[in-house]
């Protein structure tokens, strides 16, 4: 008994702390090494947020290059894609056409009665030239975190929190930045939740991610009257984002409210991110 | 000359398992996702490589491809390099207590270590404030142990060109 405790022994410190042929670490100096790096990131000091960001930066431009191939392959899958689909697109297209040139004929009216009633109480009108654009240069979902890298960072004025949209409709919040690249953390991931507001009830609710397609409305009032089809917008609530930014559509399926959203999170190669925030830290 | 040409054809197996590793943490493709099962590539490379040629893949170079993995994904630094160390960890082990490499051998060895593996995740990314999807975890587990064989016979073949 004794013995074979012993073989055991001997095999894991064998396994563990010998470094074998051509090996230059023992593993049990990278583990030590490991539980290091993750304990030094839940520090907040600026020479190693310096360091994180530099070396993020470095390799979000390696990954960037070594994904052309794949890049390339699915390209022209789309492209071959587009190809077999071109006579169904144009149908849509145009029935598309003819929706959007009525309801721009109704927006203009109900813009120019916004701006009045805005005037009505003395609303200052925001302007939307504080959004700064940005292309998407990492995409790879993790599967732990629904998320893709953009290519402006500390060098635009990008801050954490800041949020962040597919043409006008929100798609996720900054969560982390570094110089030249920033990380956008999409409305489906599992450590989401956005403060939404439906219309037209203007039911408040947290809009939480799951790491599916659709986040769901939680928190919201116990006898509430949201419907299939209301709009769900930001709220504004808490000062994280401006309200007023849409989100998507409800869709209520077996006795859950989930919200479809109006941006396909997969085709985004170009966002906007809502510089805001920054502007009322300064 | 045709000497010089099988002495490159080896280097260039010899090194392709650690291209490969930097080329599926840089891609992101570590983890391959249909959507109806997931694949842990990563996990598979490592645990076959440190049984069966660990003098071709190095732990630093592992180490230095769970910190790209995490970069990429944009997990805590430290948490991939952590569970897949672990992975070469218990293959390391593996590899000192087995006489006779077989791939039913390797394949039921690949099941502790993928538990030690995925456990040694979990309590990173939850000491780190991340939400984990058990269910996916568990599935992804489950997909990468199936797919052990496959990913074991095109790695064999690729053992078959080196010199050794």
Same mark, same amino acid.
């Given at each position: 008994?004794?013995?074979?405790?012993?073989?055991?022994?001997?095999?894991?410190?064998?396994?563990?702390?010998?470094?074998?042929?051509?090996?230059?670490?023992?593993?049990?100096?990278?583990?030590?090494?490991?539980?290091?790096?993750?304990?030094?990131?839940?520090?907040?000091?600026?020479?190693?947020?310096?360091?994180?960001?530099?070396?993020?930066?470095?390799?979000?431009?390696?990954?960037?290059?070594?994904?052309?191939?794949?890049?390339?392959?699915?390209?022209?899958?789309?492209?071959?894609?587009?190809?077999?689909?071109?006579?169904?697109?144009?149908?849509?297209?145009?029935?598309?056409?003819?929706?959007?040139?009525?309801?721009?004929?109704?927006?203009?009216?109900?813009?120019?009665?916004?701006?009045?009633?805005?005037? %009505?109480?003395?609303?200052?009108?925001?302007?939307?030239?504080?959004?700064?654009?940005?292309?998407?240069?990492?995409?790879?979902?993790?599967?732990?975190?629904?998320?893709?890298?953009?290519?402006?960072?500390?060098?635009?004025?990008?801050?954490?929190?800041?949020?962040?949209?597919?043409?006008?409709?929100?798609?996720?919040?900054?969560?982390?930045?570094?110089?030249?690249?920033?990380?956008?953390?999409?409305?489906?991931?599992?450590?989401?939740?956005?403060?939404?507001?439906?219309?037209?009830?203007?039911?408040?609710?947290?809009?939480?991610?799951?790491?599916?397609?659709?986040?769901?409305?939680?928190? %919201?009032?116990?006898?509430?009257?949201?419907?299939?089809?209301?709009?769900?917008?930001?709220?504004?609530?808490?000062?994280?984002?401006?309200?007023?930014?849409?989100?998507?559509?409800?869709?209520?399926?077996?006795?859950?409210?989930?919200?479809? %959203?109006?941006?396909?999170?997969?085709?985004?190669?170009?966002?906007?991110?809502?510089?805001?925030?920054?502007?009322?830290?300064? | 000359?045709?000497?010089?040409?099988?002495?490159?054809?080896?280097?260039?197996?010899?090194?392709?398992?650690?291209?490969?590793?930097?080329?599926?943490?840089?891609?992101?493709?570590?983890?391959?996702?249909?959507?109806?099962?997931?694949?842990?590539?990563?996990?598979?490379?490592?645990?076959?490589?440190?049984?069966?040629?660990?003098?071709?893949?190095?732990?630093?170079?592992?180490?230095?491809?769970?910190?790209?993995?995490?970069?990429?994904?944009?997990?805590?630094?430290?948490?991939?390099?952590?569970?897949?160390?672990?992975?070469?960890?218990?293959?390391?082990?593996?590899?000192?207590?087995?006489?006779?490499?077989?791939?039913?051998?390797?394949?039921?060895?690949?099941?502790?270590?993928?538990?030690?593996?995925?456990?040694?995740?979990?309590?990173?990314?939850?000491?780190?404030?991340?939400?984990?999807?058990?269910?996916?975890?568990?599935?992804?587990?489950?997909?990468?142990?199936?797919?052990?064989?496959?990913?074991?016979?095109?790695?064999?073949?690729?053992?078959?060109?080196?010199?050794?």
């Amino acid at each position: 008994m004794d013995t074979s405790r012993e073989d055991v022994g001997i095999a894991i410190r064998s396994a563990f702390l010998k470094r074998g042929t051509q090996q230059r670490f023992s593993l049990f100096v990278l583990v030590i090494l490991s539980i290091l790096f993750i304990f030094l990131e839940t520090i907040d000091s600026k020479p190693l947020n310096l360091l994180r960001s530099f070396v993020k930066d470095v390799v979000y431009r390696s990954a960037v290059v070594v994904s052309i191939p794949f890049e390339g392959i699915s390209n022209f899958a789309g492209f071959f894609d587009e190809h077999i689909n071109l006579h169904s697109n144009y149908k849509q297209l145009i029935e598309e056409n003819k929706k959007l040139q009525d309801s721009l004929l109704e927006e203009s009216f109900l813009q120019l009665e916004n701006s009045q009633l805005r005037k %009505l109480i003395d609303e200052q009108v925001k302007s939307s030239s504080n959004l700064v654009s940005a292309r998407v240069i990492i995409d790879k979902q993790s599967p732990y975190l629904n998320s893709f890298v953009i290519n402006i960072g500390n060098n635009k004025n990008i801050k954490n929190g800041m949020s962040v949209l597919d043409g006008k409709n929100f798609i996720g919040r900054i969560v982390d930045v570094n110089y030249f690249s920033s990380r956008v953390l999409l409305v489906t991931d599992l450590n989401s939740k956005i403060p939404a507001i439906s219309n037209p009830k203007g039911i408040h609710a947290i809009l939480s991610g799951h790491g599916t397609k659709e986040p769901t409305l939680d928190y %919201l009032p116990k006898n509430h009257s949201i419907e299939d089809g209301d709009l769900i917008f930001t709220s504004g609530r808490e000062g994280i984002f401006s309200p007023g930014i849409p989100i998507g559509k409800v869709k209520i399926f077996e006795d859950k409210i989930k919200v479809k %959203l109006f941006s396909d999170l997969t085709q985004i190669t170009f966002v906007n991110v809502n510089l805001s925030k920054a502007e009322k830290e300064e | 000359m045709a000497n010089t040409l099988k002495q490159i054809q080896y280097k260039f197996f010899d090194i392709l398992p650690l291209i490969f590793l930097f080329f599926i943490a840089l891609s992101g493709n570590s983890i391959i996702d249909t959507g109806i099962f997931s694949v842990n590539i990563h996990y598979i490379l490592i645990y076959f490589f440190v049984l069966r040629r660990p003098e071709n893949l190095g732990y630093g170079y592992i180490f230095l491809s769970g910190i790209i993995s995490d970069v990429v994904f944009g997990l805590p630094l430290g948490v991939s390099a952590l569970s897949l160390l672990m992975v070469a960890a218990v293959a390391a082990y593996v590899r000192v207590v087995t006489v006779r490499i077989t791939l039913v051998n390797d394949w039921i060895s690949f099941i502790p270590t993928l538990l030690f593996a995925n456990f040694i995740y979990f309590i990173s990314l939850y000491f780190s404030n991340f939400s984990v999807d058990y269910v996916y975890l568990f599935k992804n587990a489950i997909f990468t142990f199936a797919f052990y064989p496959i990913l074991w016979g095109m790695f064999s073949l690729i053992m078959n060109f080196t010199k050794s």
